[in-house]
């Protein structure tokens, strides 16, 4: 099919890590027009300017973080709903039938060391900034959607979002970890003018995990 011409839409896309704003940068490079204008700033979003040290993850880059607390939760929670995933897994056929040949507990105990695999991390110096500095370097008048998952990280981009430029978002969407701070920035949306909603994604997608990981939409009224 022949590709369309590019609407008039402006992407700014934030990555601290140098590893994976590589990937992204060839990624933009790749697929997206370069009469687009698409940028991947290697920035993060923070509610303060400055360095930070985060954790890349080598071997599964979408679990980096820049907090501790947050990753050390996250890998107890994988190990503990081991379980769970494994009996959805059988539920849909999805086991490999050399897996389906092991003991029960081996297979767990094979989960819970790939858990320990994809946890393995390297400090990174990353830089930061604000919405709002960005807004302001960059002469923005109207954010059309604000997506932000940046793994435990998300009200702290929020409260980086000064009151005079949150008139500009028209519509944001988030990935938050657990059920309080879902609650947390749905009540902050709601009080800067949105109509919001949410669900427990991992919850509607496997019933059995304790995973309180939400997503969130935001629109104004």
């Known amino acids: 099919a022949q590709e369309s011409e590019p609407h008039n839409v402006t992407l700014h896309s934030f990555e601290p890590i140098p ?10 490079t790749k697929h997206i027009k370069k009469t687009s204008n698409a940028t991947v700033h ?10 930070a040290s985060f954790n890349f993850h080598p071997n599964f880059s979408l679990h980096s973080s820049g907090v501790d607390d947050f990753e050390a939760r ?11 995933l494994l009996a959805d897994m059988e539920e849909k056929n999805k086991v490999p039938w050399w897996v389906s040949c092991l003991p029960r507990c081996c297979v767990l105990r094979m989960g819970s060391c790939l858990v320990s695999k994809l946890s393995e991390s390297v400090k990174v110096t990353v830089q930061l900034d604000t919405v709002s500095a960005v807004i ?4 923005i008048d109207r954010i059309d959607l604000l997506k932000i998952d940046v793994e435990g990280c998300e009200e702290r981009v929020l409260e980086g979002i000064e009151a005079k430029d949150w008139s500009k978002i028209q519509h944001a969407t988030l990935e938050v970890e657990d059920f309080a701070a879902c609650k947390r920035v749905t009540a902050l949306l709601e009080s800067k003018g949105f109509a919001v909603a949410s669900e427990a994604s991992e919850r509607k997608a496997n019933a059995r995990v304790s995973s309180e990981v ?6 104004r009224k």
């Not at 290697?42 to 360095?51: D, F, M, P, T």
């Not at 996250?74 to 769970?84: H, K, M, Q, S, V």
């Not at 302001?136 to 002469?139: D, F, L, S």
Request: glycine letters at 4%.
């Open 19 to 28: 590893q994976i704003h590589a990937i992204c940068q060839a990624n933009i």
């Open 42 to 51: 290697r920035l993060g979003l923070s509610n303060k300017a400055g360095q």
């Open 74 to 84: 996250r890998t107890e929670r994988l190990r503990n709903d081991l379980p769970a």
């Open 136 to 139: 302001e370097r960059h002469h």
């Open 214 to 219: 939400s997503q969130i939409w935001a629109w």
